[in-house]
Each structure stands twice: as C-alpha cells, then as structure tokens.
C-alpha cells in the first residue's frame, strides 16, 4: 500500500464510524450460495398478488421508506403491536400503511425453500422492487442485499422520523439529511408519489387556506376536485389519486403535475420554493433522467443506517421477534 493512501483509508473508516458510509456490507446477491432462489421466489410472489390488484406497488414503495426512515431499513416497520409497545405500524392508523400481508406470503414462501435465511427488510426491499418492476417487466433499480432485522418498533419513533405532508422545503431538506439523504435524494424520491393514493386529511388543510380559498401554490380547478372528494373529515376511508392521470403507473408525472401546480401535498408543491430543488424538478421532466435518478437515489435509501454482518437477527416471522 502506498502512504500517502492511508488518510484516505483512515477518513473512510471515520466516516464508517460516524455512520455515513451507507450500505457498507450490503451485497449483489448476498443470499446466491445461502438461498439461490430467493430472488425468484420473491418477484413470482409479489408479481402474482401484484397481477390482481394494482394498488401494491404504491403500498409496498411507501413500507419500505417508512422502513428505511425510522431505524434503518431494519424490517421495523413490520413488526405488530405488543402488550407493552406500539409498534410503528400502528403510528398513524388513519393513514394505513399496505402491502404487509405480501410481506409475509413472500417470506413463506422463501422459507419453504430455506429457513431463517432470509431477512424481512431484504425481503420488503425487494418486493418493493419486484411490485414496481410488473410493468416493465423489469426491475427499475437494482437492490443490494444482506439486511438484518431490527428488534425493535416504537411507533413515536415514526412519528419523530417521517416527515408530515405539511412540511416546508426548509424542513424536508433537513429530515432528508438526516438519514443522508440529499436535496437531489428529495426531488426524486418525491417522485414516488407518481403511485398510489392518499387520505383527505393529508391534504384538507391545503384547501381551505384563506377564508375557503385554497392554497395559492394549488391550482384552483384541482383545489376544487379535491374538496369535491374531500368535502369534509368524516369520511376517513376517502382516497384520492396522487397522480390524476395514471395513479398506478410508475412515470414522471409527477414533475409534470407539480409544474401545472397539482402536486398534492404542501411537501410537494415545497419542491418549487427553492431555485436548486425546481431546476432539479425540470430535468426530472425528461423520464429517462428520472428512471435514472430514481434508481441511484433508491439504492442509497435502500442503505440507510442498515443493520448487517451479526447485528439484528433473521426474523422467523416478519410480524414478531424471534
Ligand atoms: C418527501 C417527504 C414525503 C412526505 C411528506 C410524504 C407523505 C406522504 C403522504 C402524506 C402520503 C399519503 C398517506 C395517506 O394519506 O394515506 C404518502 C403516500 C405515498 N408515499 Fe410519500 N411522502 C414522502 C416521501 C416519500 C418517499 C421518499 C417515498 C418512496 C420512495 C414515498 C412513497 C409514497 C407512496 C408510494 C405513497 C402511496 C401509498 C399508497 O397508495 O398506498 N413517499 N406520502
Ligand atoms: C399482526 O397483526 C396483524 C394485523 O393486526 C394480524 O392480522 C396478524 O395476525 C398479527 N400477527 C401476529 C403474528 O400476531
Ligand atoms: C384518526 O381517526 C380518529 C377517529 O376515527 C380521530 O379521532 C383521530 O383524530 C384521527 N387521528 C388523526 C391523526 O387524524
Ligand atoms: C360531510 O360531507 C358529507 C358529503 O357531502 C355529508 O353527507 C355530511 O353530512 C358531512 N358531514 C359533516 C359533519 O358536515
Ligand atoms: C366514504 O367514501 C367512499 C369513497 O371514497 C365511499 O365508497 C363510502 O361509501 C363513503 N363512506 C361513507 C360512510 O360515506
């Protein structure tokens, strides 16, 4: 080894100390010699449920952030309530989470092959893949494995971690660079929300701004569709398409509909506020840049503060501890 390389190698090692060298240890195809067919077993599951009901992708995208945001992609998020504990699934209960019960089918099935090899945040973090990948019949980002299961799962902690629809660009940038995650991270995982749905509460706010007026950074007309569907809080079982135009396509509309101001949360139409974030916006508007962006963002969120080597465990089931 030359000399003058070992600062080098001594900062990384205090980078990997204080936590920033993300993914250190994650593989491609950690499970190759332990359980060749985990990969396969895993997108023939998750194609399968995903052949009958579209809505799954958006569910199983959103679980694992959730995931990876509060402690780590750990499997957390999966965890149920105990007597003692609320668990993070049970944070918000208005505004369920989807996609546990294909979870679980998955790890049955990958444990049919090989028990307790592998990890449910592997497994979340390839069905998430896997859920997206049915309409290109190809996966659109590449998901290093490896992953250990946390146990542990506090549901304030989710609430501590995730950031609120409400929140100004100021206040995402930061929750972002919490995790390690950049501005450039933020605009196109933002971009998520090309798929899936929400509930009337994460927006209701935006719509009756000013004495009934909507937000000026929502467009009226939207404003107005929106409070048709959402003309109060009472019915909690109301969901909208975040994406008007295609909600269960993965695309870049969703830099299409910002420009038109028709992101649907504050979070989102925050993207614009900022010169850096809205020029990151307009190159988004070409989909190949953003397929592109979305894959390298997606594989540095996929390794946020992950558990690995003899750390955690493998769970047996991914709703309860070992
Ligand atoms: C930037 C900060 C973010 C905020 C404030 C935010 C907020 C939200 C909210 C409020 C909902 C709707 C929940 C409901 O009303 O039911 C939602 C849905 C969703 N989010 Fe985010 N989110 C953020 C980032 C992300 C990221 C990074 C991803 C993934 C990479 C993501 C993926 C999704 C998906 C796929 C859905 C739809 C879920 C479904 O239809 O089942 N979000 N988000
Ligand atoms: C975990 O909670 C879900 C939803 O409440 C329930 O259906 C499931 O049976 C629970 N699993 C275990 C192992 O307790
Ligand atoms: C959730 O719904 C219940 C009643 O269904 C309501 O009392 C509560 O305020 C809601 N929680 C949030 C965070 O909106
Ligand atoms: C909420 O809106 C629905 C549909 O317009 C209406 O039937 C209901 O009475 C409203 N509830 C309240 C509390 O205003
Ligand atoms: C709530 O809204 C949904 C459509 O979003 C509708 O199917 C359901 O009947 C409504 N429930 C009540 C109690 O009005």
């Known amino acids: 080894m030359r000399t003058n390389s070992v600062p080098f190698l001594v900062s990384i090692l205090v980078l990997c100390v204080v936590g920033l060298c993300h993914g250190d240890g994650l593989k491609k195809h950690f499970y190759k010699k332990s359980c060749p067919q985990a990969e396969d077993i895993i997108r023939k599951v998750v194609w399968k449920n995903v052949a009958q009901d579209a809505t799954i992708p958006a569910g199983l995208v959103r679980l694992h952030y959730h995931d990876c945001f509060v402690r780590g992609c750990d499997g957390s998020v999966l965890l149920n309530s105990t007597k003692d504990h609320l668990a993070e699934r049970d944070a918000q209960p208005n505004l369920t989470l989807d996609g546990f019960e294909v979870v679980d089918e998955a790890k049955d099935a990958v444990d049919k092959a090989c028990p307790g090899v592998v990890s449910c945040a592997d497994i979340l973090a390839l069905a998430a893949r896997d859920a997206v990948a049915f ?12 992953r250990r299961d946390g146990r542990v799962s506090i549901a304030k902690e989710a609430v501590d971690n995730l950031p609120p629809p409400s929140f100004n660009f100021a206040e995402l940038v930061k929750n972002f660079a919490s995790k390690g995650l950049d501005v450039h991270d933020l605009v196109v995982l933002s971009g998520a929300h090309t798929i899936g749905q929400a509930h009337c509460e994460s927006f209701f706010k935006r719509l ?3 004495h009934g007026g909507a937000e000026k950074s929502l467009d009226p007309k939207y404003a107005a569709f929106l409070a ?12 909208v398409d975040m994406d008007p135009q295609s909600a269960e396509s993965f695309d870049n509309h969703y830099y299409v509909n910002l420009k038109q101001h028709k992101g649907l949360f504050h979070s989102d139409a925050a993207l614009l506020t900022n010169k850096k974030s809205e020029k990151i916006v307009n190159k988004l508007l070409d989909q190949k840049a953003f397929f592109k962006a979305f894959a390298h963002s997606m594989k540095k969120m996929g390794a946020i503060e992950v558990l690995t080597g003899n750390s955690g465990e493998v769970r047996k089931k991914c709703t309860v501890v070992n």
């Not at 048709?228 to 969901?239: A, D, E, F, I, V």
């Open 135 to 146: 309409q290109f019949k190809k996966p659109m980002w590449k998901v290093l494995t490896g």
């Open 208 to 210: 009756h701004k000013n």
């Open 228 to 239: 048709s569907q959402c003309p109060n809080l009472s019915n909690k079982t109301t969901q």
